[in-house]
């Protein structure tokens, strides 16, 4: 039976109002031009896992479904040209570097995916310490409950075995410094939104944590029991319209932790 064309009508009007909110809500609270000079490149770091005994190189997964390569090349494209277009921020090509990498030290923010599957070796460790304390970023993202965050620990703790992780959480200026967020979001991965909730194995709480330097700047970000890669990945998928609520989110979070770290 066909509906009356009022009740479409007004489906319609109601999809038109809350998409209109969603847009708003993204409004930034400080104008784009403000960074007019910066450069920024999501460099997403290639590690070895635990799969690959410690030398993911040798695995034997195709390139794009090893674990450092969750989400690639769609979150990168996306967050990229998300970037360049609401903020005057030169960015680059994405770029897949490994730690040992020389050209690590050109680039300022780093990004590791599901690094409770990370295994540094003896020689990137003093790498990634060095690259932080100079002033560099590590974010992290897309790792859930306690058994990963432990794995995740483990190898943050060879990096820095003085240094303790701390919460960063509102007012902390990252949720200020270009959206306003009055807390930190929890983003489902794809497969936990078809499934009808927000969170996986046990992670029910998000929060963003880090590690400091001495001067009070986290050099290494921990997105932890969220999903911001697919967040980012996933924003293009008219086949999933209800996702637009998350995508929104997760863009706001990382452009403002991008946007953090590129200034302080």
């Known amino acids: 039976m066909r509906q009356p064309r009022w009740v479409t009508s007004i489906a319609l009007l109601v999809a038109v109002v809350w998409l209109a909110a969603e847009v708003s809500a993204q409004i930034p609270v400080i104008g784009g031009d403000k960074f007019q000079g910066l ?4 460099v997403r770091i290639k590690y070895g896992s635990y799969e690959g005994e410690g030398n993911g190189r040798n695995s034997q997964l195709a390139y794009w479904d090893e674990p450092w390569a969750i989400d690639a090349p769609a979150a990168e494209q996306n967050l990229s040209r998300r970037i360049k277009s609401v903020t005057a921020i030169e960015v680059g090509e994405p770029l897949v570097l490994t730690l040992d990498d020389e050209r690590l030290w050109q680039y300022p923010w780093i990004y590791i995916v599901e690094p409770s599957n990370l295994v540094l070796t003896e020689k990137e460790v003093p790498i990634l310490r060095e690259f932080l304390l100079r002033g560099g970023t590590l974010t992290l ?8 965050w432990d794995l995740t620990v483990r190898q943050l703790q060879r990096v ?4 303790q992780i701390v919460e ?16 930190y979001p929890q983003i489902p991965g794809l497969g936990s939104f078809l499934s009808g909730r927000t969170w996986e194995k046990g992670g029910f709480v998000a929060r963003l944590r880090g ?3 001495d001067a009070g700047r986290p ?13 980012v990945e996933w924003s293009n998928a ?3 319209q209800g996702y637009i609520k998350w995508t929104a989110q997760a863009y706001q979070m990382l452009i403002n932790e991008v946007i953090y770290s590129l200034t302080h």
Not at 175 to 180: K, Q, W
């Open 39 to 42: 450069t920024w490149t999501f």
């Open 141 to 148: 993202d897309d790792f859930h409950g306690p058994y990963e």
């Open 160 to 163: 820095f075995p003085e240094r």
């Open 168 to 183: 960063i959480a509102p007012p902390h200026p990252i949720y200020s410094c270009f959206y306003r967020l009055d807390k």
């Open 211 to 213: 590690i400091l330097d």
């Open 219 to 231: 050099m290494v970000l921990i997105n932890w029991n969220t999903d911001m890669g697919d967040g």
């Open 238 to 240: 008219q086949e999933y």
